[in-house]
């Protein structure tokens, strides 16, 4: 173990290097420069590659050819860069090729603000990409957690089949904090499904016969012909659609398969902590940085005789309703604290459609951390 | 202007040497041949001679098809990697220079191909190519170039000849054609080489001394496209398009070095165009993957002793 003062944005890094990444595609792009700028010394010292594309779309591409030779591959991005990635996510969704994109959010749309923090690509990071696709994101609220869940994000990815994002803020990307690093070694790593026949029988890397079915993978270069199709539409059982044609069943199939061979590792794929919210009367939902401030406020509320409790959503996308009902079941209020118009309140309120418990938000749009004060008063607000 | 030579038939004894394998073992090798299915170009379309071809210039290197892979996109030609035993990345249109980049640095031991159109490498994906070219990154760019978007039904494209006819140049193509080629060099191409497929043998060579060559190649496959391009513009049979390349094709060998570029390449107008074939650049010059790789050892080197986490 080593103590380091890290960046947000060196330790989402070290948790990729832990976790066996050794392929790190970039562009430059505020907030999240920094990885790009560690990766670049910490790759090659590794084994690893580090190439700077022409662009975004370029590096989530060059991430996608080296995860397709069977390398565990990152890249990272903020605002624009990330419309621009969103593209070769629906690609690699599609394909079933594992990879990570880390999107340190900045505030705003279009341009933005470069150099504040937001968290607005909540909907973009389940929704930004063509084609009913699903999506797994990871939210890390302290520096500690940009390694261990750069680690998860990575795992999940090589056990699923497909990219995860870390859900990053600006807020997160520049702050520095004390990290106790593992022993790289001790570190427990996934590594995707691969072909376990003999090659003369090999059929291809999208031989799902059931809707939970994560099919092998084999890397390019391995003695198996290793096809990543973007076309993602697969016959049941294997095969290649783009040379057999293809009908409706096995689009019916594919898509339905993409979703639920996530949904039914849910279980596992699903990270939350929970505070108090047995006996809460409000209940604080958030995730990222602004969970901080919930628990924060969560304190101060049970100092004042106000029965708070928090609900920090760790793994965003699967959005975990049923964690949310569990958590809320008792509550008379939910607040949602989020630096957006209330997105992650929208997914909270379709959860608890029904129960009657209130929901409501605290929205931050300029930037400026939601503070327990705010929560606190809002609480005051909402129990009256 | 300049004159063509006729060549004379090359002697019976070198002929031989060109059939390397008999046609069946290759195809058994390379080919992944769907069984009981057509292949997807239409009828009388050019890319499957040029798949022969690369499949030709596979065989005549002797290489391990489990250790090629290809990259693509979208277009007519994008169904060709699929009848290959290599390994491919069917992506994202325009993308494949990109793909290959990932895929060559993540393991240095393939042999790199995209296969590309030429809207697909040129228009959507001018970018990563002229950067991958910039990087002199050890891949070979095939672009098959059928004068426009074909599988979108006939709209043109940036090498669309000037004034042709197209789905969305009824008038006339108004915009300016790219000379692929030149764009290559331009860009930092070190192995840049253009063939037709109406010259089989001439296609394989430039295809197979591509993938020798080590550093970024590219070379133009001019491929006739009757059912759209040439409908259009009064070749409406493959013939016609095959006979078009064949009548005006100018080996870079008999044609003086300063009228390479200076002849236009892509014109509507039979009178004025003439395709000059063969290795137009070749330069050695440092190849990224190599260059990076030394960079990697003295990294290592200098991290060596440190902790996993580089402190």
Known sequence: MTRRLLFGNEAFCE?????????????????????????????????????????????????????????????A?????????????????????????????????????????????F??????????????AIAPATVDEAFWLTVKAVNFSEMLRTPVIVLGEGLLGLQRAVVDLPDYDTVSKVDRPRPTVAPEDWRGNYTANELDDIPPMADFGSPYKGLVS????????????????????????????????????????????????????????????????????????????????VLRLITVWPFPEDVVQAA?????AVIVPEMNLGQCQLMVRHALAGTGIRVSGINHVDSNFITPAEILAKTKEELQ | MTTTTQRPPAPQSQRRKQIATPMDEMVAKFADVPQGKSFRYCPGCGLGMAQSAIMRAFDRLQLDPAKIATAGGSGCYSPMAHYFKSSHIHGSHGRACAYATGMKLANPELTVLTLQGDGD???????????????????????????????????????????????TSNAGMPEAAFDACKLAIGAGATFVARSTVAHPAHLTKMVSDAITHTGFSFVEVLQHCHVFWGK???????????????????????????????????????????FVLGVLHKEERNEFGSDYAALRTRAMASAQGRPADGH
């Not at chain 1, 670049?40 to 989530?60: C, F, I, K, N, T």
């Not at chain 1, 909907?123 to 797994?136: I, L």
């Not at chain 1, 659609?241 to 794929?269: C, M, P, W, Y």
Request: glycine share 12%; net charge negative.
């Open chain 2, 121 to 167: 490498c040129l228009s959507i994906g001018g970018n990563h190519f002229i950067h991958a070219a910039r990087r002199n990154i050890d891949i070979t760019v095939i672009c098959f170039n059928n004068f426009g978007f074909g599988d979108t039904g006939g709209q043109f494209g940036p090498t669309t000849p000037k004034g042709s006819v197209t789905e």
């Open chain 1, 230 to 309: 973007t076309v993602g539409l697969f016959p049941r059982g294997g095969g290649d659609s783009t040379v057999q044609g293809l009908d409706q069943n096995d689009q019916d199939f594919t898509v339905r398969r993409l979703h639920q061979k996530i949904l039914a590792r849910r279980e596992e794929i699903t990270l939350f902590e929970q505070h108090h919210t047995d006996d809460a009367d409000v209940v604080y939902v958030a995730f990222g940085t602004q969970a901080l401030s919930a628990l924060r406020a969560m304190g101060e509320a049970r100092a004042q005789g106000i029965r708070a409790g």
């Open chain 2, 232 to 274: 259009r513009n009064g070749m409406p049979l493959p013939m016609d398009m095959l006979n078009f390349f064949k009548k005006n094709a100018v080996r870079s060998t008999d044609t003086p070095e300063e009228d390479w570029f200076d002849i236009p390449t892509y014109a509507v107008d039979d009178k004025n165009v003439k």
């Open chain 1, 77 to 121: 991005s903020s605002g624009p860069g990330m419309a621009l990635i969103q593209n070769e996510i629906g690609q690699a969704i599609a394909a079933e090729c594992p990879m990570v994109i880390i999107n340190v959010q900045r505030a705003g749309p279009g341009i933005g603000n470069a150099t504040r923090s937001g968290q607005m690509e």
């Open chain 1, 15 to 75: 948790g990729a290097i832990a976790a066996g990444v050794r392929f790190y595609a970039g562009y430059p792009i505020t907030p999240a420069t920094e990885i790009a700028e560690t990766m670049s010394r910490r790759m090659p010292e590794v084994g690893g590659v580090y190439v700077q594309m022409e662009d975004e779309l370029g590096a989530a591409c060059a991430v996608m050819g080296a995860s397709a030779t069977g390398v565990k591959s990152v890249c």
């Open chain 1, 123 to 136: 909907m973009q990071a389940r929704y930004g990409t063509n084609g009913e696709a699903p999506m797994v």
């Open chain 1, 328 to 332: 809320c079941a008792n509550a008379r």
